[in-house]
């Protein structure tokens, strides 16, 4: 498999539980992995987080606040994963080894509505929500619907707002916009400031991470339906107690957004 692709399938597979069934199969891993014995953690509450999340610090502000709640003791755990040496299953092993041995839950963890997940995971309810937007230098545009026939418009490649921009062109709900898909958000930013696009999409947190002079102007993603993202903690399907504790101090905690 080609390093970029590799790389890149890699860090999407970090925010994303299942990628559309056209794109990717379900996550995998051996079937020997999903009942391994997992150390006793006392009175810590171990939660792996992401470094190339970008909800990286309010992901372990959500942990610590979680941990809180249910009366134990915080641990960030930081995932050491070298992406360059995954194979074609890609993050998943990885992170259920992690789920095994160093801690309970994977915080930043995409939701995707109707998608199915791998059956040894679950997915607690959403902690954090934040929308994509579209970025222009053209304080014209509102929305997808304003751009002119002709447009550059980069999207994040492999995503649920990808697939929903694809059924959009070719419905003609979006006539003339030339999709431009990116791998990772450096490199759109890199391609607005070449001026080889003329928008783009991105999700909001991102824009903590990159320089804000390469776009003047932001805008919403109407009419696409699947406008936002939502992201939760990651457990193993055999800990719905666990599962449910967490829920139970997510709710008390409230669904945040910027």
């Given at each position: 498999?080609?390093?970029?692709?590799?790389?890149?399938?890699?860090?999407?597979?970090?925010?994303?539980?299942?990628?559309?069934?056209?794109?990717?199969?379900?996550?995998f891993v051996p079937?020997?992995?999903?009942n391994r014995t997992?150390?006793?953690?006392?009175?810590?509450?171990?939660?792996?987080?992401?470094?190339?999340?970008?909800?990286?610090?309010?992901?372990?502000?959500?942990?610590?606040?979680?941990?809180?709640?249910?009366?134990?003791?915080?641990?960030?755990?930081?995932?050491?994963?070298?992406?360059?040496?995954?194979?074609?299953?890609?993050?998943?092993?990885?992170?259920?080894?992690?789920?095994?041995?160093?801690?309970?839950?994977?915080?930043?963890?995409?939701?995707?509505?109707?998608?199915?997940?791998?059956?040894?995971?679950?997915?607690?309810?959403?902690?954090?929500?934040?929308?994509?937007?579209?970025?222009?230098?053209?304080?014209?545009?509102?929305?997808?619907?304003?751009?002119?026939?002709?447009?550059?418009?980069?999207?994040?490649?492999?995503?649920?707002?990808?697939?929903?921009?694809?059924?959009?062109?070719?419905?003609?709900?979006?006539?003339?916009?030339?999709?431009?898909?990116?791998?990772?958000?450096?490199?759109?930013?890199?391609?607005?400031?070449?001026?080889?696009?003329?928008?783009?999409?991105?999700?909001?947190?991102?824009?903590?991470?990159?320089?804000?002079?390469?776009?003047?102007?932001?805008?919403?993603?109407?009419?696409?339906?699947?406008?936002?993202?939502?992201?939760?903690?990651?457990?193993?399907?055999?800990?719905?107690?666990?599962?449910?504790?967490?829920?139970?101090?997510?709710?008390?905690?409230?669904?945040?957004?910027?």
């Amino acid at each position: 498999m080609d390093r970029v692709l590799k790389r890149f399938i890699c860090m999407a597979s970090l925010l994303v539980v299942a990628l559309p069934m056209t794109s990717l199969a379900q996550p995998f891993v051996p079937v020997e992995s999903y009942n391994r014995t997992r150390p006793d953690f006392g009175n810590k509450l171990p939660l792996c987080v992401m470094p190339n999340s970008p909800t990286l610090e309010h992901d372990k502000a959500v942990a610590s606040e979680l941990a809180q709640i249910l009366l134990l003791e915080p641990e960030i755990v930081e995932m050491d994963v070298n992406i360059d040496l995954l194979d074609n299953e890609g993050i998943w092993p990885a992170i259920l080894v992690h789920l095994a041995e160093k801690c309970v839950g994977v915080m930043g963890v995409q939701l995707i509505p109707g998608e199915m997940a791998a059956d040894w995971m679950t997915l607690s309810r959403p902690y954090f929500e934040a929308p994509y937007v579209l970025l222009t230098r053209d304080e014209q545009i509102e929305s997808l619907t304003d751009l002119p026939p002709g447009t550059r418009l980069g999207v994040p490649l492999y995503t649920p707002i990808d697939e929903d921009l694809m059924l959009a062109i070719a419905a003609g709900t979006l006539d003339g916009v030339r999709r431009l898909p990116y791998d990772r958000p450096e490199l759109m930013v890199a391609l607005m400031e070449a001026d080889e696009l003329d928008a783009a999409i991105v999700w909001e947190p991102q824009l903590d991470h990159e320089p804000g002079d390469f776009y003047t102007h932001q805008g919403t993603v109407a009419p696409l339906g699947r406008d936002a993202r939502a992201v939760a903690v990651l457990l193993r399907t055999q800990d719905q107690m666990l599962r449910t504790m967490i829920d139970q101090a997510i709710e008390a905690l409230g669904t945040e957004a910027p």
